[in-house]
């Protein structure tokens, strides 16, 4: 079960974010507005959240999640893959070191972006992706194995990141997009194919026997909830214009 949570408010910079969806600029003080019915939903799940600061110079930095991964036993401050983002894990590992004793790290050559790292208890996927290349991949499995834990790499062609169209909802379950639902890696999974149309909605999160989705996604709420969870939407319209999804706003644990 979670407890806290860290998000990094909005920065009026987001406007100029890094993105290929071709959505066009998204509006600021709905992305605020949203942000804030996010932490609710988090706070709803049971969860206190902690708020980075600000940080204009960067702005993708709202995306908490890629600049860190945080495990029962450790945390890791990643290194980000896209140049203009590497700033932002300034600060951070002190941050973290509030809640948790150990903290590793992401060296370069090695990119890690914590949205190309799924957690399926003891194990850890991870995405190979133009943010995350294999010597990053493989330093945090190092970094695993020392702590008596596993992972595993896999290819995941063109999505920006692994989380991107798959999240694990607990009890054995995966809501997942094509190729990804197919994958012979995930054969012994509750595999919950996303239709196309709703391919967004594949980046949920699990939190706490709910399970937070993205609004206007009306298939997969109703096969989310028929696997017996209650489900919770946020409206992510204007993150969604810049790539990003509902994990990648917060670090949980």
Same mark, same amino acid.
């Not at 010597?135 to 190092?142: M, P």
């Given at each position: 079960?979670?407890?806290?949570?860290?998000?990094?408010?909005?920065?009026?910079?987001?406007?100029?974010?890094?993105?290929?969806?071709?959505?066009?600029?998204?509006?600021?003080?709905?992305?605020?507005?949203?942000?804030?019915?996010?932490?609710?939903?988090?706070?709803?799940?049971?969860?206190?959240?902690?708020?980075?600061?600000?940080?204009?110079?960067?702005?993708?930095?709202? &995306?908490?999640?890629?600049?860190?991964?945080?495990?029962?036993? &450790?945390?890791?401050?990643?290194?980000?893959?896209?140049?203009?983002?590497?700033?932002?894990?300034?600060?951070?590992?002190?941050?973290?070191?509030?809640?948790?004793?150990?903290?590793?790290?992401?060296?370069?050559?090695?990119?890690?972006?914590?949205?190309?790292?799924?957690?399926?208890?003891?194990? &850890?996927?991870?995405?190979?992706?133009?943010?995350?290349?294999?010597?990053?991949?493989?330093?945090?499995?190092?970094?695993?194995?020392?702590?008596?834990?596993?992972?595993?790499?896999?290819?995941?062609?063109?999505?920006?990141?692994?989380?991107?169209?798959?999240?694990?909802?607990?009890?054995?379950?995966?809501?997942?997009?094509?190729?990804?639902?197919?994958?012979?890696? &995930?054969?012994?999974?509750?595999?919950?194919?996303?239709?196309?149309?709703?391919?967004?909605?594949?980046?949920?999160?699990?939190?706490?026997?709910?399970?937070?989705?993205?609004?206007?996604?009306?298939?997969?709420?109703?096969?989310?909830?028929?696997?017996?969870?209650?489900?919770?939407?946020?409206?992510?319209?204007?993150?969604?214009?810049?790539?990003?999804?509902?994990?990648?706003?917060?670090?949980?644990?």
């Amino acid at each position: 079960m979670f407890t806290k949570a860290i998000v990094r408010p909005p920065a009026k910079s987001l406007v100029n974010g890094i993105s290929s969806a071709n959505l066009g600029s998204p509006d600021y003080n709905l992305a605020i507005t949203q942000h804030k019915a996010y932490v609710a939903a988090l706070e709803k799940c049971g969860l206190t959240v902690d708020q980075l600061p600000v940080l204009e110079d960067y702005p993708d930095s709202v &995306f908490v999640e890629d600049i860190a991964l945080i495990t029962p036993y &450790f945390a890791v401050v990643t290194n980000p893959g896209a140049d203009e983002r590497k700033g932002e894990i300034e600060g951070i590992e002190t941050f973290l070191a509030q809640y948790i004793s150990t903290i590793e790290k992401i060296e370069a050559p090695g990119t890690l972006d914590g949205g190309d790292v799924m957690m399926v208890g003891d194990h &850890f996927f991870i995405g190979l992706s133009e943010r995350t290349n294999l010597n990053g991949a493989f330093q945090l499995i190092s970094i695993l194995k020392k702590h008596m834990m596993t992972g595993s790499t896999l290819n995941i062609g063109d999505m920006l990141h692994l989380k991107t169209g798959l999240a694990y909802v607990e009890q054995g379950n995966l809501i997942a997009v094509n190729p990804i639902a197919q994958h012979p890696t &995930f054969e012994e999974f509750n595999v919950l194919e996303i239709p196309i149309e709703e391919a967004y909605a594949a980046n949920c999160i699990w939190v706490n026997d709910k399970v937070i989705i993205a609004a206007g996604y009306p298939k997969i709420k109703i096969a989310i909830e028929q696997l017996g969870y209650e489900t919770i939407e946020v409206d992510m319209s204007e993150y969604k214009k810049l790539d990003g999804g509902l994990s990648c706003l917060s670090l949980r644990f």
